[in-house]
C-alpha cells in the first residue's frame, strides 16, 4: 500500500483548499479511507473517512460542516475539501486507510497504512 498525500500550502483565513492522496496497492472496497492531522505540540486527530464498502462518511465535530471528503476510485484518489480555513487547522495533513469492519466506525478499529503528510498553514 502506497499513499502520497499533495495539495498543501499556505492560505489565508477563510479561504478553501483541497488536498489529494494518489492511493495504491489496495482496492478501496476493502477499506477505510481517512484523513487525519496532526497540529504542532497536539495529538493526531481523525477527520473524515469514507466506507465503499457501506457507503458510510464519518466526520469529527472539527471536520463537521466545513470539510469534504471524496474519493475516485477509477484515479486511485481520495481529496478532502476544505473550506472557511482557520489558523487552528495548521497542521500537517495525512491521508491514511485501514481494513475494512463492516458495523465498526473506522475511529474504533484505527488505520493500518499511512502517507508522509502534507503542511497546512493557514495565516490569519
Known amino acids: 500500500v502506497q499513499l502520497v498525500e499533495s495539495g498543501g500550502g499556505l492560505v489565508q483565513s477563510g479561504e478553501s483548499l483541497r488536498l489529494s492522496c494518489a492511493a495504491s496497492?489496495?482496492?478501496?472496497?476493502?477499506?477505510?479511507i481517512c484523513w487525519y492531522r496532526q497540529a504542532p505540540g497536539k495529538k493526531r486527530e481523525g477527520l473524515a473517512c469514507?466506507?465503499?464498502?457501506?457507503?458510510?462518511?464519518y466526520y469529527s465535530d472539527s471536520a463537521k460542516g466545513r470539510f469534504t471528503i471524496s474519493s475516485d476510485k477509477g484515479k486511485l484518489t481520495f481529496d478532502l475539501g476544505m473550506n472557511s480555513l482557520k489558523p487552528d487547522d495548521t497542521a500537517v495533513y495525512f491521508c491514511?486507510?485501514?481494513?475494512?469492519?463492516?458495523?465498526?466506525?473506522?475511529?474504533?478499529?484505527?488505520?493500518?497504512?499511512w502517507g508522509k503528510g502534507t503542511l497546512v498553514t493557514v495565516s490569519s
Open positions: 491514511a486507510v485501514g481494513g475494512f469492519i463492516p458495523g465498526y466506525s473506522p475511529w474504533d478499529y484505527g488505520m493500518d497504512h
Open positions: 496497492g489496495f482496492l478501496f472496497e476493502d477499506y477505510a
Open positions: 469514507f466506507t465503499e464498502g457501506d457507503g458510510q462518511t
